[in-house]
Structures are given as structure tokens and as C-alpha cells.
């Protein structure tokens, strides 16, 4: 059974999950009433989620989103924010 830290996101759909060595990097997505733009990292060995806070205001909340990792930065591509432009 996998048990993890209590300290974990709320459950989501339309979000993004990138890989990088042994964490996964979770952003964004949509709860069922509000667009996210929470970013999370889950240790897989450890079984730990961590929120990770941005330097310089976040990005809007966003579904249907990619991201991709470069170097140490998370790259966030189009998606959604619940406006209709």
C-alpha cells in the first residue's frame, strides 16, 4: 500500500505531470468549480509532496496545458484559464 505525507494537492483533472529524475512536477489542472495554479513535486522514493511556491507571480490557473522541464525551469505551454477570448 503507498502511503504518502497528509501535505498533498486536491484532487484535479486537465493538469500536467513531468517527469524529472525521481520526482514527478505537478501544475495545474481544474478541481470541478476553479482553474489551479498550484505547483507540486512528488519524491517518488520518499513518498513525499512538497508545494512548491514561484519566485514573481504564478502563472493563471490553467487546464489542458503542457509543461516540459529545461535545465531547472518548468515550461508552461497554452491551456485554458475559464476566460472566453
Do not use: C
Not at 13 to 32: D, E, K, P, V, Y
Not at 53 to 82: A, C, E, M, Q, S
Amino acid at each position: 500500500m503507498l502511503t504518502v505525507n497528509s501535505n498533498s494537492p486536491e484532487p484535479r483533472n486537465a493538469h500536467t505531470m513531468t517527469t524529472r529524475g525521481n520526482q514527478l512536477i505537478l501544475f495545474g489542472g481544474h478541481n470541478g468549480s476553479k482553474h489551479l495554479n498550484d505547483l507540486w513535486i512528488f519524491d517518488i522514493q520518499e513518498k513525499i509532496w512538497t508545494e512548491i511556491k514561484t519566485n514573481g507571480p504564478p502563472p493563471k490557473g490553467l487546464r489542458g496545458h503542457t509543461t516540459n522541464i529545461i535545465g531547472n525551469k518548468l515550461f508552461v505551454f497554452g491551456g485554458y484559464d475559464g476566460m472566453n477570448r
